[in-house]
T-cell receptor, first 115, second 112 residues
Framework: DVKVTQSSRYLVKRTGEKVFLECVQD?????MFWYRQDPGLGLRLIYF???????EKGDIPEGYSVSREKKERFSLILESASTNQTSMYLC??????????????FGDGTRLSIL | AQRVTQPEKLLSVFKGAPVELKCNYS??????LFWYVQYSRQRLQLLLR??SRESIKGFTADLNKGETSFHLKKPFAQEEDSAMYYC??????????????FGQGTILTVHP
């Protein structure tokens, strides 16, 4: 069974801090994704990565960056946290197989509060 | 640009009643559609995908390209179906690395 692990379930930080959210998957998946989940807005893609050191912007990348130095780990970085970044953050991974779309596997989420 | 719309934020039915969660999409290419579900205190997980054409937990969904819809249906709802449901779309060509566009989500509540 695929395991996607996010380092923290709950995190409280202050405005202006640099925040790191970590995600690790154990199934050798090529693709990894970071979303934020907000009521009434659904899931919105922040960044994704299709290979080590490769990254692409999603729909709402402003204020965020990412790092993928190893295949199993994908980090989301809030360069200078702001209150409007208070949200639930979900990490996901998927396999690239046969040119088709494989299901994404999600972590439990990190509920981040910026004070 | 691709877009997924779930018009109902909340949907309530009684146990044993039929349920339909609506999903409409706009996409100029060839779409692949999914339904994901999140039960209380559990992680988001895949429920079904249109190319599988299978029934999962009694749910089915048919892709209607003419109406650009992918509605999720179940003839007899159960209390354990209560959850948040998301419709999602991807490029069927697989050139987008499996990137998904999600709808806003529908919270389904099944009353006893």
């Amino acid at each position: 069974d695929v395991k996607v692990t996010q380092s923290s379930r709950y995190l409280v930080k202050r405005t202006g801090e640099k925040v790191f959210l970590e995600c690790v998957q154990d199934m050798d998946h090529e693709n990894m994704f970071w979303y934020r989940q907000d009521p009434g807005l659904g899931l919105r893609l922040i960044y994704f990565s299709y290979d080590v050191k490769m990254k692409e912007k999603g729909d709402i990348p402003e204020g965020y960056s990412v790092s993928r130095e190893k295949k199993e780990r994908f980090s989301l970085i809030l360069e200078s946290a702001s209150t409007n970044q208070t949200s639930m953050y979900l990490c996901a991974s998927s396999l690239t197989y046969g040119g088709g779309n494989q299901p994404q596997h999600f972590g439990d989420g990190t509920r981040l509060s910026i004070l | 640009a691709q877009r997924v719309t779930q018009p109902e934020k909340l949907l309530s039915v009684f146990k044993g009643a039929p349920v339909e969660l609506k999903c409409n999409y706009s996409y100029s290419g060839s779409p692949e559609l999914f339904w994901y579900v999140q039960y209380s205190r559990q992680r988001l997980q895949l429920l079904l995908r249109h190319i599988s054409r299978e029934s999962i937990k009694g749910f089915t969904a048919d892709l209607n390209k003419g109406e650009t819809s992918f509605h999720l249906k179940k003839p007899f709802a159960q209390e354990e179906d209560s959850a948040m449901y998301y419709c999602a779309l991807s490029n069927a060509g697989g050139t987008s690395y499996g990137k998904l566009t999600f709808g806003q989500g529908t919270i389904l509540t099944v009353h006893p």
